[in-house]
């Protein structure tokens, strides 16, 4: 599809209309062809999403020498599970622990690690949670859904350089002997940030 | 420099609203603008930080009135605009490691011009050293063309009430990864 060619039954909208001169532009200077952004389109609707993370999450639960691969040496741990493609430097994976509840932030911009959760939520790019989580998580994480007691630390890491972070969440009780597609699927994105905690859900999953 | 994109802390911003379901996209030129800027950035017609510094560019009102890529678009259009001068060879300078795991830094209090991954909150703000990474590139003359300057980035560990006062949390801390230049050593 060329950048000018539209199947809007009405007009553009401004903002379309923008875009589409800039890809115009774009395709016309040599920079870029459509098809190579049809391209990464097509790779974030359909391939680049938080199974990644959850698939890496559930082998972590079960595999314990995994597990020290993935929070010593992400990308290799990752490669293991077929995940060799990452935007950043680097990719560390926290552990969430009794003692200590980690959380994901970028107060400058919205750095996220793409590559492994796919596209960020918009609340996470949002001002109200990039201002708030770094001065008053317990609050953000309550209206969330998830109250973190007193006595354990919340630790906020504000991705401010070329490191990207995902949160490894404590294995649920009341899952034991569960396969790894199992334990993948109670795994969310919101956990994988640190906004939530794997549930394990009141009907048993088939 | 302290833009409206420097959001940590700062008030006034309400609850954070989640979005039921939400589409990988929200309209189709959305996609357009993500897939133009990864290419844009694999092809190095800029760098990241050029981006990023283009975003931070779009007056206070307007980036907050803005979505997420209405300002990747209106930064795209800025650079797309600006004379290439990606091409001249830049100067080069590589930084030894000035600390170590466990030292006591504190950050650098004062504002700058250009761009800055120091975010204001942290500014001039006693943590303790976590681990060392990179080197990388430093944000600060990257992002205007300036030269290129590899230092070490840290994970500098910080009490929330360092940052926020008798406010926060007791056992509560922010990790954030910050260069040394950002940084000098605390005799406390």
């Known amino acids: 599809m060329s950048a000018g060619d539209t199947h809007h039954p009405e007009p553009p909208s401004e903002i379309e209309a923008r875009a589409l001169a800039l890809e115009s532009l774009l395709v016309e200077r040599g920079l870029l062809t459509s098809e190579a952004v049809d391209e990464v389109i097509r790779a974030f609707e359909q391939d680049i999403g938080p199974m990644r993370g959850a698939r890496a999450v559930a082998r972590a639960w079960v595999d314990a020498a995994f597990k020290q691969r993935l929070l010593t040496d992400a990308k290799t741990a990752f490669g293991e599970i077929g995940i060799t493609e990452h935007q950043a430097e680097e990719l560390i994976v926290v552990e969430n622990t009794p003692a200590t509840h980690n959380v994901i932030v970028c107060t400058l911009c919205s750095c996220y690690p793409w590559m492994i959760l796919g596209l960020p ?62 334990l993948a699927s109670i795994v969310t994105r919101d956990c994988m940030v640190g906004v939530a905690v794997p549930v394990v859900p009141a009907v048993p999953v088939a | 420099m302290s833009g409206v994109h420097d959001m940590g802390g700062t008030p006034g911003h309400g609850p954070v609203v989640v979005e039921a379901a939400e589409p990988v996209y929200h309209a189709r030129w959305e996609g357009r603008v993500h897939g133009m800027m990864r290419r844009l950035l694999m092809r190095r017609v800029f760098n990241l930080d050029q981006f990023r510094r283009a975003v931070e560019l779009i007056p206070p009102a307007r980036y907050l009135a803005s979505t997420y890529y209405e300002r990747w678009l209106s930064a795209l259009e800025t650079l797309v605009r600006a004379p290439g001068r990606s091409a ?7 930084a030894d490691a000035a600390f170590r795991v466990g030292d006591r830094v504190l950050t650098r209090a004062s504002e700058t011009v250009g761009h800055t991954r120091l975010p204001r909150y942290a500014r001039g703000k006693r943590g303790v050293i976590e681990s060392v990474h990179g080197p990388y590139r430093l944000p600060d003359t990257n992002a205007h063309l300036v030269s290129i300057d590899w230092e070490p980035v840290y994970t500098v560990a910080f009490e929330a009430r360092e940052l926020w006062g008798s406010q926060a949390a007791p ?8 260069w040394q230049s950002y940084l000098e050593r605390s005799r406390r």
């Open chain 2, 88 to 94: 001249i060879p830049r100067a080069e300078h590589s």
């Open chain 1, 121 to 182: 939520p918009t609340w996470y790019k949002s001002a109200p949670y990039r201002s708030r989580v770094v001065i008053e998580p317990r609050s953000v994480l309550l209206e969330m859904g998830l109250e973190v007691p007193r006595e354990v630390e919340v630790r906020v890491w504000d991705s401010s350089a070329e490191i990207r972070y995902m949160v490894l969440p404590r294995r649920p009780a009341g899952t034991d002997g569960w396969s790894e597609e199992r």
């Open chain 2, 171 to 178: 056992r509560d801390s922010v990790r954030i990864d910050l």
